[in-house]
């Protein structure tokens, strides 16, 4: 199991981003603001945002936007939307998805009850779905796992409504056939409402979002969606169960009415902009801004962590790969994207060409690092001075004893300390 694996697990659902600490010079303008977080998310920044907060003080200009280049789950958005006009950017679709629910105002899906709505078309679908596939609380660890199978099996029949992607693919892995029915049941009510002009983009990005932590919260998985769990023991099917059995529309509901108060108190367009593009294709867009980068720093590839959510974005019945001629139990999209900072032949070029993007674009950038074993620090420093040259000045900042102890108690005992690699124009 890797390091990151672990550390996922241990990840809680955090329904609102801590309370963050700024050092005194900071309070007022680049105080992040309190939101919602919506998916657990490997990299997460959103508990340093006071850090990022105090840093980006010392390279904002004003009317410069900031540009969150591998903006994930979007803490950046979440915490500095107020601030500045953002542009945020991740190759993975369903972040800007994300981004909007804290970057753009939903006005009209609040005049809508998606889950009675979709609750009539998932009724008719419920219909459809054979026999022996329904979960029950008190079962022996047999009948489980045949209950499992009758689930997955779904794969290989034939269905003929227009939305049943999860209930054909996904049944008896991260999530039961009923919660892939109400999935597939609350996607088809959003594309009709956007389809008849009833609701905007922000509206169905808003619902989007809240159906995709509805998933990340009825998952029986750790967190992400490399592997789902099998039930060898009691103890794992008891566990598992647990997640069968839980109520994705209630968990949606919920989401919904809170994310929903949050984003009109709190969400004003700046302009703001929601892009999906490979980074490099990103800084030769933009205006000259104050790039964020957060780029990954392992081996493992988020288009494999992250796939269902990718797929419920796109909705585009992909291609699942194969090996020989059985489908791979993590049943990903083929033609993932592969990224080359998660390559170790192509993570030192694919850093020149940050730096070099930033660069070019007349920007300056705030790098967060992490000590993975990717790279090193110390030829990192030497990568940014070679490409930046004498027009910027670099430097390496780390987070401060109090943004550490007035963090989350569990950040006390931080072991891996969180740094940043400035580049400010001269
Ligand atoms: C460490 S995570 C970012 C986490 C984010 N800062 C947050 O707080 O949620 C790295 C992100 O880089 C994205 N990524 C990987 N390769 C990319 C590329 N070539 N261009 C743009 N984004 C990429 C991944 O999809 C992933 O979401």
Known sequence: MNDEFATLKNIKDATFSEEQ???????????????????????????????????????????????????????????????????????????????????????????FDIIALASKIAGANLALIPKGTQYTPNTTLDEFNKVERANRDLLNRDFSHSHHLFTRVYSGTWWSAEQCVWIDAIREVLDDLLAKGKIEKSDFDFGLTCLMHSMAYTSQGTGHFAQYRDAKN??????????????????????????????????????????????????????????YADPPYAFVHYSRFYHAMETIVKYDYPEIQHVGNKIVKGRYRVGRHQSPFCIKTKVKQAFIDLFDGVKKSDSDLLLSYSNTGMINIDELMQLAEATFGETYDVWFDHMSHTHMTMGRREDRSRTVRESLIMARKK
């Open 21 to 111: 600490s700024t050092s005194d010079d900071v309070k007022g303008r680049y105080e992040p603001r309190r939101y919602p977080q919506v998916i657990k998310y490997m990299g997460s920044k959103a508990a340093i945002l006071g850090f990022i907060g105090s840093e980006l003080a010392k390279v904002h200009a004003d009317g410069r936007p900031f540009v969150d280049l591998f903006a994930g789950a979007c803490a950046i958005s979440g915490g500095f939307g107020h601030v500045s006009k953002v542009i945020s950017n991740d190759i993975q679709e369903y972040s800007a998805v994300i981004s909007s629910i804290y970057l753009k105002r939903a006005e009209k899906i609040g005049n």
């Open 234 to 291: 009691i103890k794992g099917m008891a566990d598992i169960n647990k997640y069968r059995n839980a109520s994705l529309p209630s968990i949606f509901k919920r989401k919904f009415d809170l994310l929903l108060e949050w984003n009109l108190q709190n969400v004003i367009d700046l302009e703001h902009e929601m892009v999906s593009m490979d980074y490099r294709d990103c800084l030769a867009s933009i205006p000259p801004s104050v790039v």
